[in-house]
T-cell receptor, first 116, second 117 residues
Framework: DAGVIQSPRHEVTEMGQEVTLRCKPI?????LFWYRQTMMRGLELLIY????????DSGMPEDRFSAKMPNASFSTLKIQPSEPRDSAVYFC??????????????FGDGTRLSIL | DQQVKQNSPSLSVQEGRISILNCDYT??????FLWYKKYPAEGPTFLIS?????DKNEDGRFTVFLNKSAKHLSLHIVPSQPGDSAVYFC????????????????FGKGTLLTVNP
């Protein structure tokens, strides 16, 4: 079975440019999560969706960040305008949360973003 | 403030010996805990989990122990193999009925395990 697929794997762009990261969750999973990993802060949850609806975006750092999930098989995380401090690895994860005791989240291989 | 702490950034063990990775948490509402393994240039991979109703969960060479009174959990790998060399993350989430955002995982910063042949 295909896992969570993220694209691009690497992105290098100049400050001020718009950046769009893409994610295809595992088919049938009803939760989708966006994380950011940095040396200073580790893995941080930015936003998550349930059935394509954003549930909690309290981790989104600024209004420059936005995320959408137009359908069950696709999500985007957009940064506009980008800044050097946005440089990090961004992970997407999905899960099937059918019971009170949770199911594990399955991660993609991440997008390494460098803003020059 | 870090709610999940992995105080050892790195650990080195010999092949065949036991690896013990530790994790402490501060939020008493956490009651579901997971360990993830991460290789370079890959995403974290789920390894093993434990609910607060248990104090031990075992899966092959991997065992997780939970001490709720001490707010401490540990991952034991026996015997350790060179392929276990990776970064290990501890993660926690609050109870289903805590009223909070119970699907949110809070991660520690990870421990780099190196298993020497």
């Amino acid at each position: 079975d295909a896992g969570v697929i993220q694209s691009p794997r690497h992105e290098v762009t100049e400050m001020g440019q718009e950046v769009t990261l893409r994610c295809k969750p595992i088919s049938g999973h009803d939760y989708l999560f966006w994380y950011r990993q940095t040396m200073m802060r580790g893995l941080e949850l930015l936003i998550y969706f349930n059935n394509n609806v954003p549930i909690d975006d309290s981790g989104m750092p600024e209004d420059r960040f936005s995320a959408k999930m137009p359908n069950a098989s696709f999500s985007t995380l957009k940064i506009q305008p980008s800044e050097p401090r946005d440089s990090a690895v961004y992970f997407c994860a999905s899960s099937l949360w059918g019971r009170a005791v949770g199911q594990p989240q399955h991660f993609g291989d991440g997008t390494r973003l460098s803003i020059l | 403030d870090q709610q999940v702490k992995q105080n050892s950034p790195s650990l080195s063990v010999q092949e065949g010996r036991i690896s013990i990775l530790n994790c402490d948490y501060t939020n008493s509402m956490f009651d579901y805990f997971l360990w993830y393994k991460k290789y370079p240039a890959e995403g974290p991979t789920f390894l093993i989990s434990i609910s607060s109703i248990k104090d031990k969960n075992e899966d092959g060479r991997f065992t997780v122990f939970l001490n709720k009174s001490a707010k401490h959990l540990s991952l034991h790998i026996v015997p350790s193999q060179p392929g276990d060399s990776a970064v290990y993350f501890c993660a926690a989430s609050p109870s289903y009925n805590s009223g909070g955002s119970n699907y949110k995982l809070t991660f520690g910063k990870g421990t780099l395990l190196t298993v020497n042949p």
